[in-house]
Each structure stands twice: as structure tokens, then as C-alpha cells.
């Protein structure tokens, strides 16, 4: 019964900035984890960040560790992704994800994810 819905992908120039909203309806969320994957064209979904509901653990993938951040907004159902100095191998479908499984892990699989979002693409081009 939960929906996720993406908003705030869009063109940037290289070393711009955007901030993703997934936002989840249909229930409340009150644990597991919620993070973002992307996919570009002809590529496997990639991992790009996790955030444990309950507790607040982060994860981020090696390729923008450093330059993006998850967070919470503990007055709604809603994660975001600051994403900062966006290179042009950012650009992709970035999806929003929840996994019911509330266990901590140091890897994060998409075919764990038990919902997915509709997706926001992001392009960081010149």
C-alpha cells in the first residue's frame, strides 16, 4: 500500500547542485530502510545511498560518497538527497526505494527493495 513518489531531478551544468524529494503516501513508513539507486541507459542499477528509518544509519555508494548526503524529514514520510559537484557520470534515473527489512547491512542490493518509486531523471551536462 505504500507509493513512493520522486521529485526534483532536472538539468544542471558539472558542478552543479540538485536536492531529490521521495515522499511515501498510502501508510506510514516506521521502519526499514529508504534510499536512492540510479540507473543509466544500458547499465544495471546502481547503488547511491540508504537511510534506516529508525535510527538514522547512512550508507553511501563509493562513487558519491562525499558529494551527495541523505536525510530525513522527521514531520513527514520524506527522504531527500543533497546531491553537490554533479559530474556528467551522475547523469541517470534516479529511483526512490524502500526495504521492509529493517536489519542494518554494509551492501545494499536492489533486488531487496520491496517498492519503488516511478523515478526523476538528472542530467548533469554542459
Known amino acids: 500500500q505504500v507509493q513512493l513518489v520522486e521529485s526534483g531531478g532536472g538539468l544542471v551544468q558539472p558542478g552543479g547542485a540538485l536536492n531529490l524529494t521521495c515522499v511515501a503516501s498510502?501508510?506510514?513508513?516506521?521502519?526499514?530502510?529508504m534510499g536512492w539507486f540510479r540507473q543509466a541507459p544500458g547499465k544495471e542499477r546502481e547503488f547511491v545511498a540508504v537511510?534506516?528509518?529508525?535510527?538514522?544509519?547512512?550508507l553511501y555508494g563509493d562513487s558519491v560518497k562525499g558529494r551527495f548526503t541523505i536525510y530525513r524529514d522527521f514531520a513527514k514520510d520524506a527522504v531527500y538527497l543533497q546531491m553537490d559537484s554533479l559530474r556528467p557520470e551522475d547523469t541517470a534515473v534516479y529511483y526512490c526505494?524502500?526495504?521492509?527489512?529493517?536489519?542494518?547491512?554494509?551492501?545494499?542490493?536492489?533486488?531487496?527493495?520491496?517498492?519503488w518509486g516511478e523515478g526523476t531523471q538528472v542530467t548533469a551536462a554542459s
Open positions: 498510502g501508510r506510514t513508513v516506521s521502519e526499514g530502510k
Open positions: 526505494s524502500l526495504e521492509l527489512n529493517d536489519q542494518w547491512s554494509q551492501h545494499h542490493l536492489a533486488s531487496s527493495s520491496d517498492v
Open positions: 537511510i534506516r528509518v529508525r535510527g538514522a544509519l547512512t
